[in-house]
């Protein structure tokens, strides 16, 4: 099978992070026979220099060319403060390429190995971190309308809509039913329920759903709960699907369990095949270190992995991918500085390589 993708390294560390990934995928495709075609193409500031936009048509063209896209990070922080935030990277280029895409899951695992990262005491993740999150991406406060500041200050206003239809909560649920049917069996809805009209909806809906997958534990939880019991009794949690916002901070959250937001990382799926799935490691593009080869590459390595299995359905390159990161992170010698250790970008990549 021929693994045909548009490769967007965008700003900052994207660029050697996504460099280190494509290494790990020349060997795993190498090994299995299966050739890659991959198109780079210009994002973010990399596209402004250049083009004028974060997202020029021609690399709209590559994307949309490809099966599926893998993509950096975008933004420099002190550039972006120069754009109205319409035209910053992250709205133009990120939200625009998940577009489309409802279906954000976020894999956070924290290898035994690395359970002094774990800012939480031994007794609490001895049984184990292993939580997929799906965020709902499509919907919610940052599409509903209305949105916007009005009138003049000192007496402006601003409104942000959260809104769902029932149609986005069942495709986005049976996501998340699903995905726990393939693994634990414990599915955790997160919602506001108490307050938000949306959480209300959100959780008839589950309950309802959950007669059809009477396999599949269902509990619901308010978020403001979830964020505690996430630091409280990590272990317990095997799926989490929520809303856009709450999916945001929560995943943020639960990323530092494993020691590192750059552990963690993404895909975007949908249900329409015109739209190419867009896979991400979901850290930024951290300016303060890159161009040093001192990033993380596990993130986007593990990425190239989710990118295997949920398009190419290459799910033995995929967990070749997964067990060489576990083992190179339970050996816990090569690690690069945000777990404490001094290995290159470029080390923990061969390391990878190496154990794989
Ligand atoms: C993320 C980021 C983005 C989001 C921002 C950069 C728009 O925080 O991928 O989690 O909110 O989706
Ligand atoms: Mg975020």
Redesign the pocket.
């Known amino acids: 099978m021929t693994i045909d993708i548009a490769v967007l390294p965008g700003d900052g560390i994207g660029v050697e992070v996504i460099a280190a990934a494509m290494k790990v995928l020349e060997h795993v495709a190498r090994g299995g026979g299966h050739p890659i075609q991959a198109t780079y193409a210009d994002v973010g500031w990399a596209a402004i220099d250049k083009h004028g936009t974060a997202l020029p048509a021609a690399t709209r063209d590559v994307c949309r060319r490809s099966k599926a896209i893998l993509f950096g990070a975008v ?1 420099l922080p002190d550039r972006d403060k120069t754009l109205p935030q319409a035209q910053r990277p ?1 709205r133009v280029a ?2 625009e390429l998940r577009k489309g895409l409802f279906a954000n899951l976020r894999h956070v695992v924290l290898p035994p190995g690395l359970a002094e990262h774990c800012p939480l005491k031994a007794h609490l993740i001895a049984a184990g971190i292993d939580i997929m999150i799906i965020r709902e991406l499509t919907g919610g406060l ?1 599409y509903g309308k209305p949105q916007g500041i009005s009138g003049d200050a000192p007496n402006r206003a601003a409104v942000d809509t959260m809104a769902y239809s029932e149609k986005e909560i069942v495709r986005i649920l049976k996501v998340g039913f699903e995905t726990a049917r393939k693994r634990r069996r414990r599915l955790t809805s997160v919602d506001k329920a108490n307050i938000l009209a949306t959480s209300q909806l959100w959780r008839e809906t589950a309950t309802a759903m959950g007669a059809d997958y009477p396999d599949v534990q269902l509990e619901h939880m308010y978020v403001d709960n979830a964020s505690m019991q996430l630091l409280r009794r990590p272990t317990e949690f095997d799926v989490i699907v929520t809303e856009n916002t709450f999916g ?1 901070i929560l ?2 959250e639960a990323s530092m369990l494993c020691g590192s937001i750059g552990l963690v990382p993404s895909a975007c799926l949908g249900d329409d095949p015109s739209v190419v799935p867009f896979y991400e490691p ?1 850290h930024g593009s951290a300016p303060d270190i890159a161009g040093q080869n001192k990033a993380n590459p596990i993130g986007a390595i593990l990425t190239v992995a989710m990118m295997l299995r949920y398009t190419f359905g290459l799910n033995q390159e995929a967990t070749a991918i997964e067990k060489g990161c576990s083992k190179v992170l339970n050996a816990a010698k090569v690690l690069t500085g945000d777990l404490g250790g001094k290995a290159s970008c470029s080390d923990v990549t061969a390391a990878v390589i190496a154990a794989m």
């Open positions: 933004g992250e990120l939200l940052y945001d995943s943020d979901i």
